[in-house]
């Protein structure tokens, strides 16, 4: 199960299950990582990883989100999390698997298929639409294609 290798890759965090009943999937507090317990368990995971990232990269209080420090340090808390937890490796093997819709490889990866999504959105804006990874080819829309890069021959040879 993912949540546990990712507990046991932050053993220094202690996850509590409650009832939560604001809009937050989780929260930090010290060293203790509250999670809503309405969460699946795929959810869970993406949600302590995510709440992992903030122990790690954030400062302070920032669950009010009034300014834009706050917002700031949000948003990358979540893009690290999105580069721990998927990489275009990853995406490559969900392809020569079978699984190139969304939901098909968030459930192959373990993880939420929002996750997966919102991990799509920033790599899209990070990366483009296809990436090169030396390795593969991969287009990341509208679902997930690989090509295996090939540098001895041109990818778009017209006949020039």
Known sequence: MLLEK????????????????????????????????????????????EEAMHDLYTVGDISAQKTTIDRKQEQFARRRAYDYLITFDDLADCYYNGFIAYHEAAEYLNISESFLRSTIAYYKTKYGLVYDTGKYIINIEPTI????????????????
């Open 145 to 160: 294609n690989v090509f295996r890069a090939d540098k001895n021959e041109y990818l778009y040879n017209y006949g020039c």
């Open 6 to 49: 990712l507990c046991d890759e932050f053993p220094h965090l202690e996850i509590v299950l409650e009832d939560m009943n604001n809009s937050h999937k989780g929260q930090l507090i010290d060293r203790t990582v509250y999670l809503n317990r309405e969460q699946t368990s795929t959810q869970l995971a993406c949600t302590f990883l």
